[in-house]
């Protein structure tokens, strides 16, 4: 309503959703408070049941807006305006999780339900619009928390159902000894037996995973090359030649260290994604450049690189295995692209509107096939960047036979020189590899242009990584696995299950209950808390004789 002041305490609220959104946004890097998401789940919780859905969309929005600001910081690379667009157009997601929980609300039982909401939301946000944007979820934060274990159960979903229903605990338990009365007891004990039960029970999970050798060596010693750039920005994709001279560089220094006993001769080595964003197959400066590394080091080479094609509009972002013997054999194609990334939805009409995406010249083609791909003596499960956050894609290229997880990614337009790699997209990135490593029951190597690379074990603890903005070489052996966990085998139906339940949680929130008293006026219905009104006179039944 027009010339209405916001009253002080809609203010309020406004501002506590917005604290509980940075507080969900310190349990992501670079901070990483893992402890910090539960608290701040409790206080959404908490606050959105009691409000009108009216209230519940802006406590909601100003919950999103306070969490995905700060995540999405490294896009100020691209642009501050690209930055707070996208943070505040997928806030909306958070303000339908303000009006599902206060719907929610209105039944006692809300604290069960708010986990199946939170994941229902969590599920359409990461499909919706243009294939989702999965960054910032809930369970991206608990890498180093007691509940990262059950990603090997349900994957990502479930731990993010795991942290909401500690955070719902705490909030109905909170409410119901502040107030004595709220949420019911039977549902406040129901969830905090199940809070306490993830929590305990994270330590008892084991990723039953293991290499029984019939399908090829146990372990392999791979070399993970980050060439780095020579410049940030948009820009330093005109420095093409130097980005894939850089790699080639570090790869000639890794075999003069192999050939001097520094290091084990490795049985693979995986440069990043936009190692060569001239097509090494077709480029003949940017082939030779490949080539005289490969034939230096003498194995395989997965080589991250921008493919000519399909047709003259669309190029293609792959990884290529480079054999020292034969070349350019199999590929992989990305799947999940980047929308106003790497291909522009509505291109006639945006170039025309904002003349920076005019940068974007040719549209990239999507890939149809998993990222399984055979490199020297390893069948390999590869994700190119931003697919690393795509529940599918990883589960696809893992089921597809692959036993050891790379992750290929180039961060340079989205960090800052001063940055120390521990915020920002590659961190994130990094902790979304360490909860793949114990979804799948795999070991990851991470590999980024400019950093930071990094190798993880399976059960996620990192135990080699580099900094960003340097050239570096990673060695390591790291072993290859062929059982698969029971996410692998459950694969999207847990979540698809629990977000089902969190939209029938919603819809029988809504659903109007009526209360019918014998005698009563008709249109009168009983009033909760009130003693139903008399009846106006008694009732008999009188059968109608034959």
């Known amino acids: 309503m027009r010339g209405v002041p916001v009253s002080a305490p809609a203010a309020l609220r406004l501002l506590?959703?917005?604290?509980?959104?940075?507080?969900?946004?310190?349990?992501?890097?670079?901070?990483?408070?893992?402890?910090?998401?539960?608290l701040a789940v409790a206080a959404v919780a908490a606050v959105a049941s009691e409000l009108t859905p009216r209230a519940a969309l802006l406590f909601g929005y100003a919950v999103g807006l306070g969490q995905l600001v700060p995540t999405f910081a490294f896009l100020r690379g691209i642009g501050v305006d690209a930055w707070l667009v996208v943070a505040t157009v997928y806030s909306l997601w958070f303000a339908l999780l303000g009006l599902g929980l206060a719907l929610v609300g209105r039944r006692r039982w809300w604290p069960v339900a708010t986990p199946f909401v939170w994941v229902a939301v969590e599920f359409a946000r990461d499909r919706w619009p243009f294939g989702g944007l999965p960054w910032g979820r809930i369970a991206f934060g608990q890498a180093d928390g007691p509940l990262l274990p059950w990603a090997a159960v349900g994957g990502a979903p479930l731990v993010t159902f795991a942290v909401v229903t500690v955070g719902a605990a705490l909030a109905a338990g909170g409410l119901l000894a502040v107030r004595r009365r709220g949420p019911s007891v039977p549902a406040v004990a129901a969830v905090l037996a199940v809070g306490v039960a993830l929590l305990g029970g994270g330590w008892l999970v084991q990723v039953p995973t293991g290499g029984d050798g019939t399908r090829g060596p146990a372990h392999v010693v791979v070399a993970a090359i980050q060439g780095n750039v020579p410049r940030l920005g948009l820009k330093e994709f005109a420095q093409r030649r130097a980005v894939t001279a850089n790699h080639s560089a570090q790869t000639l220094a890794l075999a003069a260290d192999v050939a001097a006993g520094r290091v084990a001769r490795p049985d693979l080595v995986v440069w990043p994604e936009n190692a060569s964003d001239d097509d090494p197959t077709t480029d003949p400066v940017a082939g030779a450049m490949v080539s005289r590394a490969v034939a230096a080091v003498g194995v395989p080479v997965l080589v991250g690189a921008v493919l000519d094609g399909p047709g003259p509009d669309h190029v293609s972002n792959a990884a290529v295995v480079w054999s020292p013997a034969t070349g350019p054999g199999e590929?992989?194609?990305?799947?999940?692209?980047?929308?106003?990334?790497?291909?522009?939805?509505?291109?006639?009409?945006?170039?025309?509107?904002?003349?920076?995406f005019s940068l974007i010249s040719k549209d990239f083609?999507?890939?149809?096939?998993?990222?399984?791909l055979r490199v020297g003596p390893a069948t390999i499960a590869d994700v190119i960047c931003f697919e690393v956050a795509d529940d599918g894609v990883v589960r696809d290229a893992v089921r597809g036979g692959g036993r050891l997880l790379v992750v290929q990614t180039n961060n340079a337009t989205y960090e800052h020189r001063g940055d120390d790699g521990r915020g920002g997209e590659t961190a994130q990135q990094l902790e979304m590899s360490r909860l793949r490593a114990?979804?799948?029951?795999?070991?990851?190597?991470?590999?980024?242009?400019?950093?930071?690379?990094?190798?993880?074990?399976?059960?996620?603890?990192?135990v080699a990584r580099t900094g960003v903005f340097v050239p570096a070489r990673l060695v390591a052996a790291v072993p290859l696995r062929d059982g698969t966990t029971l996410a692998d085998r459950l694969g999207a139906w847990p979540e698809r299950v629990a977000a089902l339940a969190g939209l029938l949680a919603v819809a029988g929130a809504v659903w109007p209950r009526r209360r019918q008293t014998v005698g009563a006026p008709a249109g009168s219905a009983g009033v909760p808390g009130q003693p139903a009104p008399e009846p106006d006179a008694t009732v008999t039944l009188v059968e109608p004789k034959p």
């Open 438 to 462: 114990v979804e799948h029951g795999r070991a990851v190597v991470v590999v980024a242009t400019s950093g930071v690379s990094a190798v993880i074990r399976p059960d996620g603890r990192v």
């Open 331 to 356: 590929r992989y194609l990305k799947r999940h692209l980047v929308p106003f990334g790497e291909y522009l939805p509505w291109r006639s009409v945006l170039t025309k509107l904002v003349h920076r």
């Open 16 to 38: 506590a959703g917005a604290g509980a959104g940075v507080a969900l946004w310190t349990s992501l890097p670079p901070l990483s408070w893992w402890w910090a998401a539960p």
């Open 365 to 372: 083609a999507a890939g149809h096939r998993p990222g399984v």
